[in-house]
C-alpha cells in the first residue's frame, strides 16, 4: 500500500481503508459490497437495486423511520449529502460529513455497520418502495450492455421488470442479503481528514463483531470467455457497427510484470486501432478499440467498426483481417510502439506535483486485488517500459487473440449486411488470417486529431514588463489550505491551494451594476466580455493565440450587487495565468465601437432583450436579478465604450472593496508570484456616486403571479421577504438558510412522501446586507398539471402553518443546526464556494471567517432564536407566489 494509506482486513474478512487526502472540510464514508446487478439469476432481476433502497428502511438498532431521522439529525440531505448506487458489478453507499465533528463519524459508522448485518426488510415498507422501483423502472431508457447479447444477462438493465418487482418479496430480498452481503463481500473507505488511529480503533472494535460467512460465493459472476457468441440483431442508433470482442480473463495489476502486461494490452489496441483508422480505401468509416472490462473477471479486446456508406460487413472484416495479418507477418514497428507509449507517459508526467487521489484505486483493490500506486511509481514504471519494450512484446497477444472465445455482433437489417455474412463465415474468415497473401509492410503515421498533452515545458513565455515583488503587509492563516495576504496598497489576496482545488484568478467586488447609470447597465453587463480582447503589447489576434496556447480562459459575471472577472487556468499553467491577469487588469486598450455592436445585435438576437418586473424581482430578492429594460438602438459610439471601457476599469481595480482570489495547483513561489504581478497592481477608486437601487419590493398582502415558462411541468416558488430595523447579522443569514432548508424537508415529506404531488423541489435562504433584508424561497415542480392545485393547497395547510408559529421539535433544531454545519464545513474548501460566495460574506460582514469561526457561530444558534425568526419570516398574510406554467 502506498504510504499514507491505512488498510486492515479483519478475521471476519471484512476490509476497510483511510485515505487522509480526501476533500478538504469533508469526510466521505463509504460503504462498498462487490455484488453488482451482474449477479443476479433471470428470475433475481432487480432485486440488488431494490435492497440497495431499503438500506435506508430501517435496521435493527435504527428501527423504521429511526435511519432517516439519524441522517436529518445530522443535517444530511438524500442525492446531496447521502445516497446510494448499483451498477454492474459492485454497490456503493456514500455519506458526507463535516470534518472535526467525532460524534457525528461515529454515528455515521455505527449506521453503516447496522447496514452490514442487522437489516429489517419491513414488508410494509418493501410495498411502498416498489412504486419508487417502478417509476424509476418507466423513466430508465436502454436494455444493458451489449457485452452480454447472447447470454442469460441479455437485456437485463439493473432494475428488472414492472412485473418482477410486483412479485420480489420480502423473503426474496432478505435471502439476496444474507448471500451477498457478508463481511467478506464488504469493505469501508473512509476518505478524509481523521485521527487514523482513533478510527482504525473504533471500526476494528464495530465492525470485528460482523459474523463471519459460513459458505463463500467464489465465481458469482459470469465468464464470459467460455463461448463463442455470433447475434445478427445488435442495433446501433448512431451508426452500422460491426462489433468485435475477443475474451479472456482477467488478471490484477499487483507488480511491475502485471503492469507491464496491462500496457502491452492497452498499447496493443491503440496500435490496431491506429492502423485500421488509417487504412487507405477501407469500407471504415471509424474503428475504436480497447481493453474492456465488462465486469469482474472478465476482458475483451473490444473493436468497434463503424460501416461508411454503401459499405458492407463481409469487406469491413477484410479490412480488419488484412490490417491483423499485415501486423502479424511484418510486426509492429519500434517506432510506433514508442509513440503510444510515450502519450501514456506524458499523461501521467503531466500530474506529477498534484496530490495522489487514491480513492478510485482502494475501490480496485477491494474489487479486483489491484495494488493503488502513486503517479510517481507509474512514471518510473513506465520510462523502465519505455527503455525496454519490444516488438517481441507483442507477439504473443498479436498471434493469440483471435484464437480466443468471441462475441460478435452485428444488425442483419443494417444496410452493411449481405447475404451470407454469418458465423461460419465469420469464423472461417477469421480463422484465415494468416494465408493473406497481399499484406504490405506499413508505415506508421501518427493519429490524427491528437490532444496535446501539454506541461511547463511547453507552454509560451508571456511577454511582461520586469517588475520588482511588493512587499507582503500581513499574512493571515484562514485555514489549513487558505490564508490573505495584504498589501499597504489596499489589495487583499486570498491564496486557495487546497488539493484538487481549480487553477484561477478571480476578483471579487462587492459594486455591481447598482453602481452605474441605469440606462448604461443593460448594455454594459453584455459587452463587458468583449474589453481585454488585446492587451499590453499583445495584438487582438497575438493576445487570442497567447490564451489558447496557454490554456487560460477568461469570464465576468455581473449582478446588481456584485461583479466577477474570472481567469481560468489548468494545472502546471499559474505562471502564465497570473501574468496574463496582471496584463488583462491593466489593460488600456479600447476595442472598436462598431464591433461591439455587432456582438451586441447577436446577443439580442439569441436571447431577447426585456424581462417581466415581477421575475425580475424574484431573481433580484434572491441575490442574483438584474434589471433589463427594452433596449431599441443596439449601436454602440466610441463615446460609449469610452464611458464603459471607464466603468470597466473601476470594477477591475477598486481593490478596497474586492477581494482578489487565487486557487489551483500552485507552485512554491507562489507568494512571490502575487506580490510581483497582483500586489503591484494599481487600485483606482470607484467613484461613481450613482446608486439607482430600488428598495426591497414587500407583499403588503398575498401576491399571486403566474407567468408561461414553455415547459409541460409546473414550477412554484413561495417567496417570504422582511426587513429589519437593525443591520443583518451573518447569525440572521445563517437563520434564513436553516429555515429554508428546513422547508426543503417538510416539503419532501408532505409532498413528496406523503402525497407524490412533486418530483423535484429546492430552497434558498438570503440576506442582502444593503438592504436589512432577510428572505426565504421554497420551490418545488410538479411533472403532473393535475396535481398543481393540490400541491399549492397541502403547502398552505400543512407545510408552511408550523412554520409561521415557530413551531420546532428539538430534533428539528438539531438538524437544522447539523445541516448548516454540514454545508458551511464540509463545503468550505469547495472552489466555487470559497473562491465566490465566501469573498461576498467578507465584503458584506468585514470579515473572512474561519472553518472554526463557522462551527463556532453554528453552534450557539439557539432553538428560540430559529422559531422567533421564523415566525417573523415566515408570515402567511404577506408572501409571493410565483407560479410558472
Known amino acids: ?17 483511510i485515505i487522509p487526502n480526501g476533500e478538504p472540510g469533508k469526510i466521505g464514508v463509504y460503504l462498498l459490497s462487490d455484488t453488482g446487478c451482474f449477479v443476479e439469476k433471470k428470475e433475481e432481476r432487480g432485486v440488488a437495486h431494490f435492497l440497495e433502497h431499503m438500506v435506508f428502511k430501517g435496521s435493527k438498532n435504527y428501527p423504521g423511520n429511526e435511519t432517516s431521522e439519524a441522517l436529518e439529525r445530522m443535517g444530511l440531505r438524500i442525492g446531496r449529502d447521502y445516497n446510494g448506487s448499483v451498477n454492474d458489478t459492485h454497490t456503493e453507499y456514500r455519506i458526507f460529513i463535516p470534518e472535526n465533528n467525532d460524534a457525528t463519524l461515529k454515528e455515521t459508522l455505527r449506521l453503516m455497520n447496522d447496514w452490514c448485518y442487522n437489516l429489517q426488510m419491513d414488508s410494509t415498507d418493501l410495498e411502498v418502495e416498489k412504486k419508487v422501483v417502478i417509476e424509476e423502472i418507466k423513466l430508465r431508457k436502454g436494455g444493458g450492455t451489449p457485452f452480454v447479447i447472447g447470454t442469460y444477462l441479455e437485456g437485463h ?54 459474523p463471519q460467512a459460513t459458505d463463500k460465493s467464489d465465481n458469482k459472476y459470469l465468464d464470459l470467455s467460455q463461448e463463442t457468441i455470433v447475434n445478427c440483431d445488435y442495433e446501433n442508433k448512431n451508426s452500422e457497427m460491426l462489433v468485435l470482442g475477443f475474451k479472456t480473463r482477467d488478471f490484477p495489476v499487483v507488480d511491475f510484470d502485471s503492469y507491464k502486461r496491462d500496457l502491452i494490452y492497452k498499447v496493443f489496441c491503440e ?67 514508442n ?13 506529477l506535483g498534484n496530490p495522489d487521489n487514491y480513492f478510485a484505486a482502494v475501490q480496485m483493490h477491494f474489487f479486483k486485488g489491484e495494488m493503488p500506486l502513486s503517479t510517481s511509481d507509474k512514471v518510473k514504471y513506465m520510462q523502465e517500459i519505455t527503455n525496454t519494450i519490444t516488438p517481441n512484446d507483442f507477439t504473443e497477444v498479436l498471434n493469440g487473440f483471435t484464437d480466443l472465445n468471441k462475441t460478435i455482433l452485428f444488425d442483419k437489417k443494417a444496410k452493411a449486411f449481405d447475404a451470407g455474412f454469418n458465423e461460419t463465415y465469420i469464423l472461417g474468415a477469421i480463422k484465415l488470417i494468416n494465408k493473406n497473401a497481399k499484406v504490405v509492410p506499413y508505415k506508421f503515421s501518427e493519429p490524427s486529431n491528437q490532444f496535446e498533452i501539454r506541461s511547463n515545458a511547453n507552454l509560451p513565455e508571456v511577454r511582461i514588463q520586469n517588475l520588482n ?139 431577447g432583450n426585456s424581462k417581466d418586473e415581477y421575475a425580475d424581482y424574484v431573481n433580484e430578492i434572491l441575490g442574483k436579478g438584474l434589471n433589463v429594460p427594452t433596449v431599441t438602438d443596439t449601436t454602440i459610439t466610441e463615446e460609449t465604450v469610452n464611458r464603459y471601457f471607464h466603468y470597466y476599469s473601476m470594477f477591475k481595480r477598486s481593490f478596497r472593496d474586492s477581494y482578489i482570489y487565487v486557487g489551483g495547483a500552485l507552485p512554491e513561489n507562489v507568494d512571490e508570484l502575487i506580490s510581483t504581478y497582483i500586489g503591484t497592481l494599481k487600485p483606482v477608486d470607484f467613484n461613481t ?66 402525497y407524490g404531488y412533486i418530483y423535484s423541489l429546492g430552497v434558498s435562504g438570503y440576506a442582502n446586507v444593503s438592504q436589512n433584508l432577510n428572505a426565504v424561497s421554497i420551490r418545488y415542480i410538479v411533472e403532473d398539471l393535475a396535481n398543481v392545485e393540490a400541491a399549492q393547497k397541502a403547502m398552505q395547510e400543512e407545510v408552511l402553518p408550523s412554520m409561521s408559529q415557530g413551531i420546532l421539535t ?41 472553518m472554526k469561526d463557522f462551527q463556532k457561530m453554528i453552534r450557539k444558534i439557539s432553538k428560540e432564536d430559529i422559531e422567533q425568526h421564523m415566525k417573523r419570516l415566515i408570515n402567511l398574510d404577506k408572501y409571493f407566489i410565483l407560479i410558472q406554467n
Open 1 to 17: 500500500m502506498p504510504e499514507g494509506i491505512t488498510y486492515k482486513q479483519l478475521p471476519n474478512g471484512f476490509r476497510y481503508y
Open 157 to 210: 438493465n439493473g432494475l428488472g421488470s414492472e412485473e418482477q418487482i410486483r412479485s420480489v418479496t420480502s423473503k426474496d430480498v432478505k435471502d439476496f442479503y444474507n448471500k451477498y452481503y457478508t463481511p467478506d463481500q464488504l469493505a469501508l473507505v473512509v476518505y478524509g481528514k481523521v485521527d487514523e488511529k482513533k478510527v482504525s480503533k473504533y471500526i476494528d472494535k464495530l465492525y470485528g463483531k460482523l
Open 271 to 337: 496500435m490496431l486501432q491506429n492502423r485500421l483508422n488509417q487504412l487507405p480505401d477501407s469500407n471504415i468509416e471509424k474503428v475504436t478499440a480497447n481493453v474492456a472490462y465488462p465486469f469482474t473477471g472478465n476482458l475483451w479486446f473490444n473493436f468497434r467498426l463503424e460501416a461508411k456508406d454503401n459499405a458492407s460487413y463481409k469487406t469491413m472484416l477484410n479490412n480488419f483481417n488484412y490490417v491483423v495479418g499485415q501486423a502479424r507477418r511484418f510486426g509492429f514497428l519500434q517506432e510506433e510502439i
Open 339 to 351: 509513440f503510444f507509449v510515450d502519450k501514456l507517459l506524458k499523461r501521467y508526467q503531466s500530474n
Open 469 to 607: 515583488p511588493k512587499s507582503i503587509k500581513k499574512k493571515v492563516k484562514l485555514g489549513d489550505y487558505l490564508y490573505l495576504l495584504k498589501y499597504d496598497n489596499g489589495i487583499k489576496v486570498v491564496v486557495n491551494n487546497a488539493p484538487n482545488s481549480d487553477t484561477q484568478i478571480k476578483i471579487v467586488s462587492k459594486h455591481g451594476l447598482n453602481n452605474i447609470p441605469e440606462k448604461d447597465r443593460t448594455l454594459f453587463k453584455f459587452v463587458a466580455d468583449n474589453f481585454d480582447e488585446s492587451f499590453g503589447d499583445y495584438s487582438e489576434k497575438e493576445a487570442k493565440d497567447l490564451c489558447r496556447s496557454t490554456r487560460v480562459y477568461k469570464s465576468v459575471t455581473f449582478n446588481n450587487y456584485d461583479y466577477e472577472f474570472h481567469l481560468k487556468g489548468t494545472n502546471n499553467n499559474f505562471s502564465e495565468l497570473v501574468k496574463i491577469f496582471n496584463l488583462m487588469v491593466n489593460n488600456e486598450t479600447l476595442p472598436k465601437g462598431d464591433r461591439i455592436s455587432e456582438s451586441y445585435k447577436r446577443y439580442l438576437k439569441r436571447s
Open 689 to 754: 456616486s450613482v446608486n439607482e437601487t430600488r428598495p426591497p419590493l414587500l407583499a403588503k398582502s398575498n401576491i399571486v403571479e403566474t407567468i408561461d415558462w414553455g415547459k409541460k411541468s409546473s414550477k412554484s416558488s413561495f417567496i417570504f421577504s422582511s426587513v429589519d430595523n437593525k443591520a443583518i447579522s451573518f447569525k440572521d443569514k445563517l437563520i434564513s438558510e436553516g429555515i429554508a432548508e428546513y422547508g426543503y424537508k417538510r416539503m419532501f415529506h408532505i409532498l413528496r412522501k406523503k
Open 810 to 850: 428539538d430534533d428539528q433544531a438539531i438538524g437544522i443546526k447539523a445541516l448548516l454545519e454540514k454545508d458551511y464545513v464540509a463545503s468550505f474548501y469547495e472552489t466555487d464556494r470559497v473562491s465566490s460566495d465566501y469573498l461576498k460574506w467578507g465584503l458584506d460582514y468585514g470579515k473572512l471567517y474561519t
